[in-house]
């Protein structure tokens, strides 16, 4: 008994020495900030007002096992597009996916997870462009008729001594100066946990269309949505990391300031999308109640990215030694949200906002179909579901969700032009 007794002893002390030098060695990357993190605890989701419980379930999935990740979409001229996993910009048709482009140079398509282009943010401007957020490369403008494109925003450009890493998400003005933001200034795809763990480091930035300059508006926020105001005053940002919506001001006499502007909500808040009525449609990931302790606590946050560091090491090494696919993938499943997957809730949830930082309506689903719930967007008659790592695309009668956003058919598919420009 006693052996035993000495034997957990044993056990604890290595294993709380090994968390130590985990934790407070210098020198183990990654090299970011970890600091206490004051958010507002996210609020119970049942306290959102007009909650329909069970409204998200039954949607209709589509391209099942043909497509990855649809984690953006943007609708024009009657016609639906996203982006996926393996780097292609598509259009969504009645009964297929059709390969618009696909930025990347010298990416192999067979390849699950290519790291040289992934299509996140997207939104047409007033002349029919599609204007597409590459995690890796920037921002394209494409021609979604002939497949041309260009790059305006190089990713690979310093800006203000910092790269911008993880470009994700875009709006564009009346005037065609685009709104961007980029989720880090430290890491990439393969270390989105170490992105969520650490201090935000992303940035609001303003690329001018005349002078062609990027001009950064704020710093350090953990940017992932953006939507301008219908007059384009201010512009909403959906802070993932920290359950909030802030904004910054354009016009007026707050000009800019940035501030809250939704605080404590139910989870973590990604694209948003005009409601055609003159809200706004925010796809939240539900959260645990834990998650507001998680950020108060940096060596607990620091433990996780360094572990996730720690566990890429053999990989790499095996890659070096080896180049293969399936080290390639692991060494993304390693680091990617799809290894916290299994940890988050499986549920979805759509918040209906208004322009005055209120809190409409909102509906989840309970049926566990879609879950990391990224886009919300209405196209056709329907709200189109998307998520970063679901293998399908989803979508589910808008009346049946929100029967209060019931508009003329002529009005479906156009709710990305509904600012006036």
């Not at 998200?56 to 990740?69: T, Y």
């Not at 710093?219 to 105001?229: E, F, K, T, V, Y």
Request: charged residues 20%.
């Amino acid at each position: 008994m006693g052996g035993v007794t000495k034997n957990i002893k044993n056990f604890i002390f290595y294993i709380s020495a090994l968390l130590l030098i985990i934790i407070y060695s210098p020198g183990i990357p990654p090299h970011a900030k970890f600091t206490v993190l004051s958010v507002s605890e996210p609020r119970v989701l049942e306290s959102i007002p007009n909650l329909k419980v069970g409204g998200l379930d039954g949607a209709e999935i589509l391209f099942e096992r043909q497509i990855k990740g649809p984690q953006t979409y943007a609708s024009y001229d009657g016609k639906l597009y996203t982006g996926l996993d393996n780097g292609y910009v598509v259009r969504i048709d009645a009964e297929q996916v059709v390969p618009i482009a696909r930025f990347g140079e010298n990416c192999d398509s067979r390849k699950p997870y290519p790291k040289c282009v992934r299509p996140f943010g997207m939104k047409f401007d007033k002349n029919g462009y599609l204007y597409v957020c590459d995690a890796y490369n920037g921002i394209f403008k494409l021609d979604v008729k002939t497949g041309e494109y260009e790059r305006i925003i190089d990713s690979r450009d310093f800006i203000e001594g910092i790269l911008p890493k993880l470009v994700i998400s875009l709006d564009i003005d009346s005037d065609g100066n685009i709104y961007w933001a980029h989720f880090s200034s430290e890491f990439n795809m393969d270390n989105v946990v170490c992105v969520v763990s650490a201090d935000p480091s992303g940035r609001l930035i303003r690329y001018n269309a005349t002078t062609k300059k990027n001009e950064v508006l704020v710093r350090d926020i953990s940017a992932h949505g953006l939507s301008l105001s219908k007059n384009e005053d201010f512009i909403m940002i959906s802070e993932m990391s920290t359950f909030r919506l802030t904004k910054y001001n354009i016009r007026g006499p707050k000009a800019g300031v940035y501030e809250p502007f939704i605080d404590g909500l139910p989870g973590s808040p990604d694209n948003i999308y005009p409601d055609g009525q003159g809200g706004y449609l925010l796809s939240l990931v539900k959260t645990h109640k834990s998650s507001s302790f998680f950020l108060s606590q940096p060596n607990m946050r620091r433990f996780l990215a360094r572990s996730i560091y720690i566990l890429q090491l053999p990989v790499k090494f095996i890659l070096a030694l080896y180049p293969n696919d399936f080290a390639e993938w692991i060494l993304h499943y390693i680091g990617s949200l799809e290894s916290l997957s299994p940890l988050l809730d499986r549920s979805a949830v759509v918040l209906r906002i208004d322009e005055e930082g209120h809190i409409i309506e909102g509906a989840c689903n309970t049926d566990g179909k879609m879950f990391v719930l990224s886009s919300a967007c209405i196209h056709d008659g329907f709200l189109w579901l998307g998520s970063p790592i679901t293998d399908f695309a989803a979508r589910i009668p808008v009346g049946k969700v929100f029967p209060s956003l019931l508009i003329p058919d002529s009005m479906n598919s156009t709710l990305n032009e509904s600012r006036l420009y």
